[in-house]
């Protein structure tokens, strides 16, 4: 557990956890997947003399939340918290493979998504854009006012899914789930994960005007200072831009379908995928022909049964 600031930690893991702690209390954020990891962080808390109180969901991918199940088994009393929207993936992860699948999910996604009961929990509170009291649990309207040590800022950041929060801690400490990706992972998988184009793009917009010191993302080996997130918003920004140019590009030259809009993003750009992997892709390829749909920049046509895409340039 990796002291950022005076009660701001973080835990290094395939998915990094938040601990904010005050009093003789603990919020956890985003404890990762189920397994050896949620038993060791309560170990380590109470081994520092912390008792914990809060589970704060960024988003509702597994990954993220997977270990709140063991958690609240643990600790009768923790308070499982999330976003009205990650409640209901939260409390039914059978949702993710189908969403992603587009129908029935097959025992190949549900498998790689690491589904099991062990996953299965309740949220115990709906969380929204204010300013959560630990003491009182309730959540407030922001007034912009500087934290008290017993409060979290909750941020709206809807875009990486629609559930999606961040978490501002009194130390100035900004926990933004999967908004951002890092540059060791973005280098590798710049066909970001996204489920609203728009929303994503005002996220990262709305990110650049609040005021923190420290960044800490859902997946990256280091902590991100204000400057150096400025370029990775950045990146993250350019890496839609650059799927959203791409498949513009294709639709001015002929009609196509998903499939091969698809297989030219992969092949063009040199994209690894196992099944899993491609049908995220996919996912995300129907969240940006959406957004170019509803921007009324390209237009579809049913051709001998085939629904085709198009640019109006055309």
């Known amino acids: 557990m990796e002291k950022i600031a005076k009660n701001t930690y973080f835990i290094k893991?395939?998915?990094?956890?938040?601990?904010?702690t005050y009093n003789n209390n603990a919020v956890i954020i985003d404890p990762g997947l189920a397994g050896a990891r949620p038993k060791r962080i309560l170990n380590?808390?109470?081994?520092?003399?912390?008792?914990?109180?809060?589970?704060?969901?960024?988003?509702?991918?597994?990954?993220?939340?997977?270990?709140?199940?063991?958690?609240?088994?643990k600790e009768k009393a923790i308070i499982n918290a999330?976003?009205?929207?990650?409640?209901?993936?939260?409390?039914?992860?059978?949702?993710?493979?189908t969403y992603i699948m587009g129908g029935n999910s097959s025992d190949i996604m549900i498998k790689s998504s690491k589904l099991t009961e062990k996953d299965i929990t309740k949220v115990d509170m709906i969380l929204s854009e204010g300013i959560l009291n630990l003491d009182?649990?309730?959540?407030?309207?922001?007034n912009g006012?500087?934290?008290n040590e017993n409060e979290i800022r909750?941020?709206?950041?809807?875009?990486?899914?629609?559930?999606?929060?961040?978490?501002?801690?009194?130390?100035?400490?900004?926990?933004?789930?999967?908004?951002?990706?890092?540059?060791?992972?973005?280098?590798?998988?710049?066909?970001?994960f996204t489920f609203?184009?728009?929303?994503?793009?005002?996220?990262?917009?709305?990110?650049?005007?609040?005021?923190?010191?420290?960044?800490?993302?859902?997946?990256?080996?280091?902590?991100?200072?204000?400057?150096?997130?400025?370029?990775?918003i950045e990146k993250n920004r350019m890496s839609i831009i650059k799927y959203i140019n791409q498949v513009k590009n294709m639709l001015t030259k002929e009609k196509l379908g998903?499939?091969?809009?698809?297989?030219?993003?992969?092949?063009?750009?040199?994209?690894?995928?196992?099944?899993?992997e491609y049908h995220f892709f996919k996912a995300s390829l129907v969240s940006l022909i959406t957004y170019l749909m509803d921007r009324k920049e390209i237009d579809y046509i049913i051709e001998s049964g085939e629904l085709l895409y198009f640019s109006k340039e055309i």
């Open 13 to 20: 893991g395939g998915t990094n956890t938040g601990i904010y």
């Open 44 to 73: 380590k808390l109470e081994s520092m003399g912390f008792k914990a109180k809060y589970i704060l969901n960024t988003h509702e991918h597994d990954d993220h939340y997977g270990g709140c199940g063991q958690l609240k088994d």
């Open 82 to 97: 999330s976003s009205e929207y990650a409640k209901l993936y939260i409390e039914n992860p059978i949702l993710f493979p």
């Open 136 to 142: 009182t649990g309730k959540n407030l309207k922001d």
């Open 145 to 147: 006012r500087k934290l």
């Open 154 to 192: 909750v941020i709206d950041l809807k875009g990486h899914t629609e559930g999606s929060v961040g978490f501002i801690t009194p130390d100035n400490i900004f926990f933004v789930g999967d908004l951002l990706i890092g540059n060791e992972m973005i280098e590798k998988f710049d066909f970001l």
């Open 196 to 232: 609203d184009i728009e929303k994503y793009l005002d996220s990262l917009e709305k990110i650049e005007s609040i005021s923190y010191d420290k960044i800490v993302l859902g997946h990256s080996k280091k902590i991100i200072t204000k400057e150096e997130s400025k370029i990775l």
């Open 258 to 276: 998903y499939e091969k809009i698809l297989k030219n993003i992969i092949n063009e750009n040199k994209l690894k995928c196992n099944y899993k």
